[in-house]
């Protein structure tokens, strides 16, 4: 399995919104939901919209863990779960196919790959790209490693941020100062 990267550059973000908004609401929610929540693909599938319709808090037990989760719903968000659930049942999926099945984790993977290269994005990018997104933004904002930590569920902070790619930024900038 390849490894994905965030997406460093909030420019990039924005190109990737930008084409979503054209193609689909429900791609752009799920993007959006998926580099605001640090969610795993497998956790995002999975809402119903009564999860979200009318929610100060998202809750759940992640698929992979089996652990409880809570967090708040963002300003962003608040107004897009409001308006994509308009008219549906509590208990249907969030994410659906035109078929009205759930999507799966695969049709995910190429909504954002799609939406990434139509964007332009160079790096290595899948659904986990969206979960390191929020990673990388929320430490670059905060630079809490024990927050994102806990946030992640990780074991320690050397593996939060090796998995959110800022190891390997302070490795490419001892590089960048480093000439003999």
Known sequence: MTTVEPIRNIADIRKVENFLKKKSKRDLLLFTVGINCGLRISDIIALNVGDVRNKAYIQLTEKKTGKFKKFPVNAKLKPMFEE???????????????????????????????????AGLLERVGTHTMRKTFGYHHYKKFKDVAMLQKIFNHSSPQITLRYIGIEQDEIDKSFENFIL
């Open 84 to 118: 994509y659930t308009q008219g549906k049942k509590s208990d249907e999926a969030l994410f659906k196919t035109v078929f009205k099945n759930r999507i799966d984790r695969f049709a995910a993977y190429h909504i954002i790959k799609n939406a990434c290269k139509e």
